[in-house]
DNA sequence: GGATGTTGTAATTGAATGATTACAAGATAG
DNA sequence: CTATCTTGTAATCATTCAATTACAACATCC
């Protein structure tokens, strides 16, 4: 198409707008961050990761810290948002209607966090509360969680900090990889769904999917 | 005592005997990899948070990689020591007994890591897991506790995914160090106690005093 | 009291990496 | 067609940092 040349052969990098490429940068720096950390990723990972040259990373975002910010905004605005849009929706009262918003956002929280870079953009967040910059990010994207589930959704204390463990758990599984050894040890499955009770089979349907189809 | 200039400004770094300062080493190791992270650590920081010149902390270990695999080696020792010391203990069978044993457990683990490092040591693992080395440690690790509480504490799966569920969270609420906010944001302390029920006030009367003291 | 081992540092090196500069090529306006 | 703006890279710089080397001071053994 645009090639002057007829046998080039690296591909001379398709023009695109910045805005679009700025969502390419992110979405590669959100899976860079989250298997390398803040400071064991590279800008030229990153780049490499969005296909582009590793001074355009940097001019684009000015520095690495404020493009991890922007990583770790989005992903806790991800969250936000999509836990406020459940809330939001009609439910009719009754018994277990905290049980129920519970499983929905619940679900809505798995759905996110398989996104592993999200995930561990987070945790990584969560393990920086020495920085000044990050460390309050996290402490206000955490508090923030817990108003939303205090007030908008109702819960009452044990359902949120029910709530708010099984998440971190679910969290730690992840993070280490828990599923990847399910058929070296059968204890590690079982761990999975002793956290799970079987109220997330999604989930774990798609893991060990995964798993089955790499072995 | 062993100066040979009378008036020697920079003490001229005290002999002590390998082993002792190896503990020495793993000690500062700890809380530099714990606030830092394995990459944001620098041996240099390691040196002199141990008091010692850089090489010293390389030549002891080897890599600076090695250095971060003991560390880690020994806090999930200390844990899993810890652990299994206290279920152990001679208990009476009861209705509540599973329960007691998990208050027992819960407050060794609130104690152990109470050492910032040691939390962090193990989080920063816990998000290790694309690296082959640690994460299969990490993984590792969890398991052993798991079956831990399944075989030897004889834990119920509810009991098991609530107890680590929880221990999870308050890792996630101090590594985020909710409560140097206590008092600009009152949901902060309300957070922490609504993850607590009043059954561990003895961590929150610590972290509390501390608050106090530094405001 | 010399030889050997132990405990330590200063100086240096080589590689990695975030950031800058200078430049090129395509698009768009007048 | 020329000027200007946008999108991109190659080359390079300055710094940081793990690791190495070479050496010094103390201790212990014969």
Redesign the pocket.
């Known amino acids: 198409m645009?090639e002057?040349s007829g046998t080039a052969a690296a591909q001379p990098?398709?023009?695109?707008?910045?805005a679009e490429?700025r969502e390419q940068i992110l979405a590669a720096a959100s899976v860079v961050f989250g298997e390398r950390g803040y400071s064991g990723?590279?800008?030229?990972q990153v780049a490499k990761a969005a296909g582009?040259?590793?001074?355009?990373v940097?001019?684009m975002f000015g520095?690495?810290?404020k493009l991890f910010l922007e990583v770790l905004a989005r992903a806790l605005d991800r969250l936000i948002v999509g836990f406020r849009q459940i809330i939001a929706e009609p439910r009719e009262p009754g018994d277990d209607e905290v049980e129920l918003l519970a499983a929905r956002l619940g679900a809505a929280y798995v759905d996110l966090i398989e996104d592993r870079g999200i995930l561990l953009s987070l945790m990584q967040a969560f393990i920086s509360g020495h920085n000044p910059v990050v460390g309050a990010k996290a402490r206000a994207g955490f508090l923030e969680i817990y108003r939303m589930l205090r007030d908008e959704a109702g819960f009452p204390p044990d359902a949120i900090r029910e709530f708010l463990a099984d998440g971190m758990l679910f969290n730690t599984l992840l993070a280490i990889r828990l599923p990847d050894i399910f058929d070296e040890d059968p204890d590690a499955e079982e761990l999975m769904r002793c956290t799970f009770r079987g109220k997330l089979d999604v989930v774990l349907g798609a893991t060990a999917a995964e798993a089955a189809e790499h072995a």
Chains 1, 2 share one sequence.
């Open positions: 645009n002057t990098t398709e023009r695109i707008p910045a490429r990723a590279t800008t030229d582009i040259s590793q001074p355009y940097v001019r520095t690495k810290e």
